[in-house]
């Protein structure tokens, strides 16, 4: 396996690595892929294989390249961040601690409420601070509107 660091883009305080890797096996078969370091999480851009890989070796393959990847990457601070990592929670990814109950809607509202005046889509800003897809995000959304936080969604006659 090699890693080669390609790039890396620097915004505010946090920083991406993109990196070229390429997994050799002992049978010709060979993998070569696109991935980006930041935060402390890999994510895989790109994939090309031959022979194709199965969904089972696609699953697990940022598993193969995690550990290397963060090597390669050692001088930047999302290693830093992966190595001091909360390995207590046993998660991979790690997400904004989130409040339950009504400090978590009030906290969405307020999110989606100044995404809202400041012209961008709101529930990116959801997404963005509770760390959650955008399926989660909108439940999330719905809980601040049932809580009465947030206007209804249609105005009813």
Same mark, same amino acid.
């Given at each position: ?52 890989? =199965? ?77 959650? =897809? ?24």
């Amino acid at each position: 396996m090699s890693v080669r660091r390609a790039w890396e883009v620097r915004e505010n305080d946090t920083a991406a690595t993109w990196c070229d890797v390429r997994l050799s096996f002992d049978d010709g078969a060979g993998v070569e892929l696109l991935a980006v370091v930041c935060e402390g999480c890999v994510s895989i851009e790109d994939v090309r294989a031959r022979p194709a890989l =199965s969904l089972d070796d696609l699953a697990v393959l940022a598993d193969w390249i995690e550990g290397p990847l963060l090597e390669a990457c050692a001088g930047t601070a999302e290693a830093q961040v992966a190595a001091a990592g909360d390995g207590s929670s046993g998660r991979r990814h790690a997400r904004p601690a989130l409040p339950r109950g009504a400090e978590s809607r009030r906290l969405v509202a307020g999110e989606y409420l100044a995404a809202q005046r400041a012209g961008r889509d709101p529930v990116l800003a959801v997404m963005s601070a509770t760390g959650h =897809s955008r399926r989660r995000s909108l439940r999330l959304i719905a809980g601040a509107r049932d809580a009465g936080l947030l206007a209804p969604r249609h105005a009813r006659r």
